[in-house]
C-alpha cells in the first residue's frame, strides 16, 4: 500500500481500471446518476478478448441499463437461443433453451454470440456517450491509499509515457484477469483446485451449423480428455475450442495449432462440424491462443473505497458463458452502491455489504451449478473427468465452498464442509435427473424442459438472471424482495438501493 502526499480534493467522483464490460457498465451507470467518472484502459479499443457467448440478462438487463440495445441491434451479432450440449451419458445432444424458463420466454429469451471486439468498443463507447473521461493507452500501475487507509488515487502512465496521478472519491478495479491491482483490496485469492483447467482456441471459416432454429447456440461437447466449445459468430465463422486438464500445458505450449487441430478431432461432434471448415491463419483471428481458466474468488471483493469488478474480483469455467454476465452484473451491483453512497441515501458500510453478498452469492450459485455440471456421468472414463467428480473435492475446496455458500447464499453462517459436500452431491443428482428426464434435442419440447428448469440447482442459477432481465424489459423492480436476509432492493431507476418495503422470501 503506498500513501498520497497530503490532502487534495478528489477530481472525480469515481475513476474506473479498465474498460472491458466490468469496466464500461460500472462507469456508465455512475455516470447516468451524474456523478464525475474517469475510466482508464491500457489498450486501445477496439482490442481482442475471448468470452464470446453472452446470457439474456446481459442483454436483456443490464445492457438495457445501459442504453446500448439499439447499438447491439445494429451490430447483428449471432441470436443465441440456448445452449446445446453433447454431455453426460447420452451420446445425443440436449438443449438448454432460454425459452422455456417461464421467466425468459417471449421476445427477450435470447442473447448473442459476439466478436468481443466489436461489443466490448460498443460498451465503452457508450460510456464516453454517457459523460465518462474514456482515456485509452492509459496504464494504472499503483492505487493509492490516504493515511487512514483509504484508497485515493491511482498512479497511471498516459499515451503519452507521462506519470499521472488521477484522484477519486471511489476507485474500482475492473482490470480483467491478468492485473495485480485486486491484492490492494486483499491478499487472499482462492483457486479452486478443482477447475484448474487449460483451454486452447482458434477460429475456423465454413464449419457446420446446428439445424434450425438452434443454428445460433452454443455447442459444447464432451470427449475423454476435456470438453469443446463450438460458437458461430456469423454465418462463415465459428470460434472452437477445448478445454482440458492443465497436467496438457507443455503439450499445449509446444505446438499450439497441433493442439487445437488433434483435440478438436477427438471430439467426435466438432471433429464432424469441422470437416469442411478452414482454420483462420490470418489477422486477428488467425492465432492459436492459450488461457488457462482456473476457477478463483477473491477473499474480499471491496475494501475502503476500492472495489473489484469482473475477472479482478472472480472468474468461474468457461463452460456456462458466465464471464460477461458475472463482469457486466459486478457492474451494476458497484454502481448501486456508490451511487447510493455518493448521493448520501446510504451508509457506506450497508452499500458495500450488499455489493459484496450480492455478487459473492452470484458467484456461488454458478459455482454450484458448474461443480453439479461437470459431475454428470460422462461416457468418458479419463483422469479429466475422473477428477471433476463431487466425491474427488479435497478439504480445502470444500472449505472455501462452504465460506462462500455458508457466509452469503444460505444466510447459514455455520456451514460445515461436510455438509457442503453434501449439498453439491445433491445438486449434482438433482441435475443428472433433471437431464435424464428432459432428454435429446427436443427443441420444442416446453413440457421436457421445464423438468430442468425445476431442478433446485438450476432455479438457483436463473433467479438473480431472470430479476435483472424483468427489470431492464419492464423498466421496475418494486416488486423485488431482498436476495439476502435483511438486504437492500434496487431503487425505481434500477441505479441505486433502498430499503425494502417486502419482507425477505425464506430459503
Ligand atoms: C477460455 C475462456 C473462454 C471464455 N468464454 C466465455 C464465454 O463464452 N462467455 C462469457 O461471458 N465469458 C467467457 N469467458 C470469460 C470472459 O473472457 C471474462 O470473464 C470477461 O472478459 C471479463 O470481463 P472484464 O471486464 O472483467 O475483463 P476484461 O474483458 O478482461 O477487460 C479488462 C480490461 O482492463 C484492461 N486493463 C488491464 N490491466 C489494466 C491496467 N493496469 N490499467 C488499465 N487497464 C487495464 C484490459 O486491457 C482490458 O481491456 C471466457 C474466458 C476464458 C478464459
Given at each position: 500500500m503506498t500513501s498520497t502526499a497530503g490532502a487534495q480534493s478528489p477530481e472525480f467522483d469515481v475513476v474506473v481500471i479498465g474498460g472491458?464490460?466490468?469496466?464500461?457498465?460500472?462507469?456508465?451507470?455512475?455516470?447516468?446518476?451524474?456523478?464525475?467518472?474517469?475510466?482508464?484502459?491500457?489498450?486501445?479499443?477496439?482490442?481482442?478478448?475471448?468470452?464470446?457467448?453472452?446470457?439474456?440478462?446481459?442483454?436483456?438487463?443490464?445492457?438495457?441499463?445501459l442504453e446500448v440495445t439499439d447499438d447491439l441491434e445494429r451490430?447483428?451479432?449471432?441470436?443465441?437461443?440456448?445452449?446445446?450440449?453433447?454431455?453426460g451419458?447420452?451420446?445425443?445432444?440436449?438443449?438448454?433453451?432460454?425459452?422455456?424458463?417461464?421467466?425468459?420466454?417471449?421476445?427477450?429469451?435470447?442473447?448473442?454470440?459476439?466478436?468481443?471486439m466489436v461489443f466490448d468498443e460498443i460498451l465503452l463507447r457508450n460510456a464516453a456517450r454517457h459523460g465518462v473521461d474514456v482515456r485509452e493507452e492509459c496504464a494504472v500501475a499503483e492505487v493509492l491509499?490516504?493515511?487512514?487507509?483509504?484508497?485515493?488515487?491511482?498512479?497511471?502512465?498516459?499515451?503519452?509515457?507521462?506519470?499521472?496521478?488521477?484522484?477519486?472519491r471511489f476507485v474500482v478495479d475492473a482490470s480483467g484477469n491478468t492485473g495485480r491491482l485486486w491484492n490492494q483490496v486483499t491478499s487472499d485469492r482462492?483457486?479452486?483446485?478443482?477447475?484448474?483447467?487449460?483451454?486452447?482456441?482458434?477460429?475456423?471459416?465454413?464449419?457446420?451449423?446446428?439445424?434450425?432454429?438452434?443454428?445460433?447456440?452454443?455447442?459444447c461437447a464432451a470427449f475423454d480428455v476435456g470438453w469443446c466449445w463450438y460458437i458461430p459468430l456469423s454465418e462463415e465463422l465459428t470460434s472452437v475450442g477445448a478445454v482440458v486438464h492443465r497436467s496438457q500445458a507443455a503439450l499445449i505450449q509446444a505446438d499450439r495449432e497441433k493442439a487445437l487441430l488433434d483435440l478438436t478431432g477427438r471430439c467426435d461432434i466438432v471433429a464432424d462440424y469441422l470437416s469442411d471448415a478452414t482454420r483462420v491463419t490470418e489477422g486477428v483471428h488467425g492465432q492459436v491462443r492459450v488461457r488457462k481458466d482456473y476457477s478463483y474468488a477473491t477473499g474480499s471483493f471491496v475494501?475502503?473505497?476500492?472495489?473489484?469488478?469482473?475477472?479482478?474480483?472472480?472468474?468461474?469455467?468457461?463452460?456456462?458463458?458466465?464471464?460477461?454476465?458475472l463482469a457486466t452484473y459486478g457492474?451494476?451491483?458497484?454502481?448501486?452502491?456508490?451511487?447510493?453512497?455518493?448521493?448520501?441515501?446510504?451508509?457506506?458500510?450497508?452499500?458495500?455489504?450488499?455489493?459484496?453478498?450480492?455478487?459473492?452469492?452470484?458467484?456461488?450459485?454458478?459455482?454450484?451449478?458448474?461443480?453439479?455440471?461437470?459431475?454428470?456421468?460422462?461416457?468418458?472414463?479419463?483422469?479429466?473427468?475422473?477428477?471433476?467428480?463431487?466425491?474427488?473435492?479435497?478439504?480445502?475446496?470444500l472449505e472455501a465452498f462452504a465460506t462462500l455458500v455458508g457466509g452469503v447464499a444460505s444466510g447459514d453462517r455455520g456451514l460445515s464442509p461436510e455438509a457442503a459436500g453434501g449439498r453439491l452431491a445433491t445438486a449434482s443428482s438433482d441435475l443428472t435427473r433433471a437431464v435424464a428426464e428432459t432428454?435429446?434435442?427436443?427443441?420444442?419440447?416446453?413440457?421436457?424442459?421445464?423438468?430442468?428448469?425445476?431442478?433446485?440447482?438450476?432455479?438457483?442459477?436463473?433467479?438473480?438472471?431472470?430479476q435483472i432481465q424483468s427489470r431492464g424489459v419492464l423498466g421496475d423492480g418494486s416488486a423485488e424482495s431482498p436476495v439476502l436476509p435483511g438486504g437492500l432492493v434496487p431503487s425505481a431507476d434500477g441505479l441505486g438501493w433502498v430499503a425494502p418495503t417486502m419482507q425477505p422470501v425464506e430459503g
Open positions: 472491458g464490460p466490468g469496466g464500461s457498465s460500472v462507469a456508465t451507470l455512475i455516470a447516468r446518476r451524474g456523478h464525475s467518472v474517469l475510466l482508464l484502459e491500457k489498450e486501445r479499443f477496439p482490442r481482442y478478448q475471448i468470452g464470446e457467448s453472452l446470457l439474456p440478462a446481459t442483454v436483456h438487463g443490464v445492457c438495457r441499463l451490430a447483428a451479432f449471432t441470436v443465441k437461443r440456448g445452449g446445446t450440449f453433447r454431455w451419458t447420452s451420446p445425443d445432444p440436449w438443449n438448454f433453451l432460454f425459452a422455456v424458463s417461464p421467466q425468459l420466454s417471449g421476445p427477450t429469451s435470447y442473447a448473442y454470440q459476439v466478436d468481443r491509499r490516504g493515511p487512514d487507509g483509504r484508497a485515493e488515487a491511482v498512479r497511471y502512465t498516459d499515451a503519452d509515457g507521462e506519470s499521472r496521478t488521477a484522484r477519486g482462492h483457486y479452486s483446485d478443482f477447475f484448474k483447467n487449460i483451454a486452447v482456441f482458434g477460429y475456423f471459416l465454413g464449419g457446420k451449423r446446428l439445424p434450425g432454429p438452434d443454428k445460433g447456440n452454443i455447442l475494501r475502503d473505497g476500492m472495489l473489484l469488478v469482473g475477472d479482478a474480483a472472480c472468474f468461474i469455467d468457461p463452460v456456462f458463458s458466465t464471464g460477461v454476465h457492474g451494476l451491483l458497484a454502481a448501486r452502491s456508490i451511487n447510493s453512497v455518493l448521493a448520501g441515501e446510504l451508509d457506506e458500510a450497508a452499500a458495500m455489504t450488499e455489493f459484496e453478498d450480492r455478487y459473492r452469492r452470484e458467484y456461488t450459485v454458478f459455482y454450484e451449478f458448474l461443480t453439479a455440471f461437470y459431475d454428470m456421468r460422462q461416457r468418458e472414463d479419463s483422469y479429466f473427468w475422473q477428477a471433476r467428480r463431487v466425491t474427488s473435492f479435497g478439504k480445502t475446496d432428454g435429446a434435442m427436443q427443441t420444442e419440447s416446453g413440457e421436457r424442459m421445464t423438468k430442468l428448469f425445476k431442478a433446485p440447482v438450476v432455479a438457483n442459477v436463473m433467479a438473480e438472471m431472470n
